[in-house]
Structure formats: structure tokens, C-alpha cells
């Protein structure tokens, strides 16, 4: 049973910086992607950000793009998503998710195996 541990969310003004993380426990093996998804109020949860099992190649939204960052520590078994020039249009709830796999659908919610319960980012104006 994997188990994903998500930390880091808070308040920020706009213009600034928070980095979420996430802590992975259990046996994920070796190919398993990690990445975050976010979910506005009354909306569904929409891809944000994915890396790849070596860490090797990541991938984003567009909508943010050049602002966020997205890295993991296979040593620790940990992803981070590291959030730059906050917009108040980033508040929402931010998802660690993982998957096994050996090719992954990464922007599909339903392709992605397990979910953290989620950390709060509010972005004020």
C-alpha cells in the first residue's frame, strides 16, 4: 500500500514563492511517476506538474509554466513542487499523485494510481 504525505501549503502574497512536498512510504517500485495536480473550488483536479521515475524529464500546465518547478529525491522518496511568482489564481488544493508505470497519461487524472489528501495554497492579491 503506497502512502503519499503532502506538505507545505500556507498563505503567500501574490509575487511570491512556496514550495510544496511530498513524501512517498510503501512499496512504489521502480517505475513510478510522481506529480501534482490542483483543484479549484467547485471544479475537478487538473494536471499541474509530473516528473518522470529517473527525474530525468518533467512536465507542466501551461498555466504554469516558467513558474513552477518540479523535483524528486528517489534517495528519500520525495517530490517537490517548488512555486514561484504566485498569482491569486493559483489558489487551490494541491494533490501529490504517483503511478506505476512504464508510460503514463500524466495530464489524465484517472491514469494516476494514488493520491495524498491534499495542502491548502492561498494566494492573497
Known amino acids: 500500500q503506497v502512502q503519499l504525505l503532502e506538505s507545505g501549503g500556507g498563505l503567500v502574497q501574490a509575487g511570491g514563492s512556496l514550495t510544496l512536498s511530498c513524501a512517498a512510504s510503501?512499496?512504489?517500485?521502480?517505475?513510478?511517476?510522481l506529480g501534482w495536480f490542483r483543484q479549484f473550488p467547485g471544479r475537478e483536479r487538473e494536471f499541474a506538474a509530473a516528473?518522470?521515475?529517473?527525474?530525468?524529464?518533467?512536465y507542466y500546465a501551461d498555466s504554469v509554466k516558467g513558474r513552477f518547478t518540479i523535483s524528486r529525491d528517489n534517495a528519500k522518496n520525495t517530490v517537490s513542487l517548488r512555486m514561484t511568482n504566485l498569482k491569486p489564481e493559483d489558489t487551490a488544493t494541491y494533490y501529490c499523485?504517483?503511478?506505476?508505470?512504464?508510460?503514463?497519461?500524466?495530464?489524465?487524472?484517472?491514469?494516476?494510481?494514488?493520491w495524498g489528501r491534499g495542502t491548502q495554497v492561498i494566494v492573497s492579491s
Open positions: 499523485a504517483g503511478a506505476s508505470a512504464s508510460w503514463l497519461n500524466y495530464r489524465s487524472e484517472r491514469a494516476w494510481d494514488h
Open positions: 510503501g512499496r512504489t517500485g521502480a517505475n513510478y511517476y
Open positions: 516528473v518522470t521515475p529517473s527525474g530525468g524529464d518533467t
